[in-house]
């Protein structure tokens, strides 16, 4: 209706993948290949993570759960360079396995993250010359009036990573007389509890613990769309995308809290003209949201998939990612999974989709990517 | 428009032409697709009141949309008006689930065809002359998916 171009909401997309979950999964040997388990692993530093699941499964399981460790992190005020001295370097970088991420906003600050030993620095052309260090473009999508931007990644794990050596150096060199401003980090060790942290050597940083607790939200009387037959053999493209993205806008909307998940909302249709879909099949449930908050890894997450697959008959899990790339950056997913989301005909024209064989497990994921946000 | 392919290991064929062979129906099958063009945009917006005001009443959906109502109409005139909009939720100061926010915010969705259009009048406008009220929208966050949108970017992790 009105000429107004929008060039970033072209660039968004929604990746939207229906699987069949193995029977059983080996905590030691996840198929992080398949979906959904390559979403969790795809986005290693997640900053919120919510499962929404039916009250009374919830209290079934609720002993198995509490015995998940809590995740654990800190917010830490350091120098770049401080990443490099001996004690930090060796327990955490070399031997060790840590999480760690920058502030600053990706495509106009200089944005650090440190995963398996490498770290990768996002910066200016300007500084990225003046480091000395080699790097590679990063693809800017066309935008106009957009600085290019390059990216160094250095694996510090490599046995020529060490004091003294030429390579090495000239990193030391860059950090001291280039990358020289303190940064607020996020830090979480994967290798440790929270209880062992007092002799390590993160505590010369002096590091603020961020208290990752589960957050409960009892969500009562909600109006629940049927997971079964989302997804069909017959339907067309079109028809599926709009059944998952529908169904996909529901389960945002618990997560928001809005009043027009409610089943006794009543509000003018002036005000809002939401209705849950699936007009036939909604039921009224009472569910509960559990949310964590906090630098949460992707094994955690892996570990909480996991531990939840076998006990609930049907759950959501919904991550949000921390440092997205300016361009095409990945927001986060949600996965659903239950029985039968994917309906093969046989097995809806029999029972009318209330057929519930334990082995036949679907897993809706969704995975985001280009939002705006600004806080 | 869309991507839609059926990945079974045992045929791989282009989307477009019919399968020659059908994979036995024991064969665990992976649907993906692609969407681009969903039929909404999503926007959080705070209602930031002017400095020397004293202080608006806390927001509410009819207010809020009285509010945009009339930053669309000053900005596009009566086709403005007629951009259906939907209260999604409205968050009042200091109610938000992780912390205290500032000011009140409300959730809403638009046509996607109609987002670039709403969020150039709603930053446009300072509403409220002469009745006192005077406020102004700030756009927070916006997107195709709320799913991407509702827990924020977590950048108030690194705030001590």
């Given at each position: 209706m009105f000429d107004f171009t929008d060039d970033a909401s072209g660039r968004e997309k929604c990746y939207t993948t229906v699987s069949q979950l193995p029977g059983f999964i080996d905590p030691t040997?996840?198929?992080?290949?398949?979906?959904?388990?390559?979403?969790?692993?795809?986005?290693?530093?997640?900053?919120?993570?919510?499962?929404?699941?039916?009250?009374?499964?919830?209290?079934?399981?609720?002993?198995?759960?509490?015995?998940?460790?809590?995740?654990?992190?800190?917010?830490?005020?350091?120098?770049?360079?401080?990443?490099?001295?001996?004690?930090?370097?060796?327990?955490?970088?070399?031997?060790?396995?840590?999480?760690?991420?920058?502030?600053?906003?990706?495509?106009?600050?200089?944005?650090?993250?440190?995963?398996?030993?490498?770290?990768?620095?996002?910066?200016?052309?300007?500084?990225?010359?003046?480091?000395?260090?080699?790097g590679k473009p990063i693809r800017s999508g066309g935008r106009k009036h957009a600085k290019e931007r390059f990216l160094i990644e250095l694996n510090l794990r490599l046995p020529s990573m060490l004091h003294g050596k030429k390579g090495f150096d000239r990193i030391v060199w860059a950090f001291k007389n280039v990358l020289n401003q303190s940064l607020a980090w996020l830090f979480c060790d994967l290798e440790s509890t929270p209880g062992d942290q007092e002799t390590k050597p993160i505590q010369k940083q002096s590091p603020q613990m961020i208290n990752s607790e589960v957050l409960k939200t009892k969500l009562s009387q909600i109006s629940t769309p049927p997971l079964q037959?989302?997804?069909?053999?017959?339907?067309?493209?079109?028809?599926?995308?709009?059944?998952?993205?529908?169904?996909?806008?529901?389960?945002?909307?618990?997560?928001?809290?809005?009043?027009?998940?409610?089943?006794?909302d009543a509000v003018d249709s002036y005000l809002s003209r939401y209705s849950v879909p699936g007009d036939e099949g909604t039921c009224t449930t009472d569910l509960i949201s559990l949310k964590w908050h906090g630098l949460i890894s992707g094994p955690w997450v892996l570990q909480l998939f996991n531990s939840l697959l076998p006990s609930s008959p049907w759950f959501i899990l919904s991550v949000s990612a921390l440092g997205r790339q300016a361009v095409e950056g990945r927001d986060g997913y949600t996965i659903a999974t239950a029985p039968n989301i994917h309906c093969s005909s046989v097995a809806s024209s029999g029972n009318g989709g209330e057929v519930s064989e334990s082995g036949n497990r679907n897993a809706l994921c969704w995975e985001f990517v280009g939002a705006t946000s600004i806080e | 428009m869309a991507d839609v392919q059926r990945k079974d290991p045992m045929t791989e064929a282009p989307p477009s032409t019919a399968p020659?062979?059908?994979?036995?129906?024991?064969?665990?099958?992976?649907?993906?697709?692609?969407?681009?063009?969903?039929?909404?945009?999503?926007?959080?917006?705070?209602?930031?009141?002017?400095?020397?005001?004293?202080?608006?009443?806390p927001l509410d959906p009819l207010s809020a949309r009285t509010y945009l109502s009339s930053a669309l109409s000053q900005f596009l005139g009566l086709t403005g008006t007629a951009i259906p909009i939907d209260i999604l939720k409205i968050e009042n100061k200091g109610s938000s689930a992780n912390g205290t926010t500032k000011y009140d915010a409300v959730w809403v969705r638009v046509p996607r065809d109609d987002g670039a259009a709403v969020v150039a009048a709603i930053s446009s406008w300072i509403g409220g002359s002469g009745s006192g009220s005077g406020a102004a929208w700030r756009v927070c966050a916006k997107g195709n998916y709320l799913g991407a949108l509702v827990s924020g970017s977590g950048r108030d992790l690194f705030v001590p």
């Open positions: 040997q996840v198929p992080t290949k398949k979906s959904p388990f390559s979403a969790i692993v795809n986005h290693p530093f997640a900053h919120t993570v919510e499962v929404i699941l039916p009250e009374d499964v919830y209290t079934d399981i609720q002993t198995s759960l509490d015995k998940l460790n809590k995740p654990h992190s800190a917010r830490v005020f350091m120098l770049p360079s401080d990443l490099l001295e001996h004690e930090f370097f060796n327990t955490y970088i070399k031997t060790g396995n840590i999480l760690m991420i920058s502030e600053g906003r990706a495509g106009s600050d200089n944005v650090y993250t440190l995963q398996d030993g490498i770290l990768k620095i996002e910066l200016g052309r300007e500084t990225f010359e003046r480091t000395g260090l080699t037959g989302l997804v069909s053999p017959e339907m067309s493209e079109g028809d599926m995308q709009e059944s998952c993205g529908a169904f996909a806008e529901w389960i945002a909307m618990v997560q928001l809290g809005s009043p027009r998940v409610s089943a006794e | 020659k062979r059908k994979a036995p129906d024991s064969t665990p099958t992976t649907i993906n697709f692609t969407s681009r063009n969903p039929p909404w945009t999503y926007l959080k917006l705070q209602l930031i009141p002017q400095p020397d005001t004293p202080s608006l009443q």
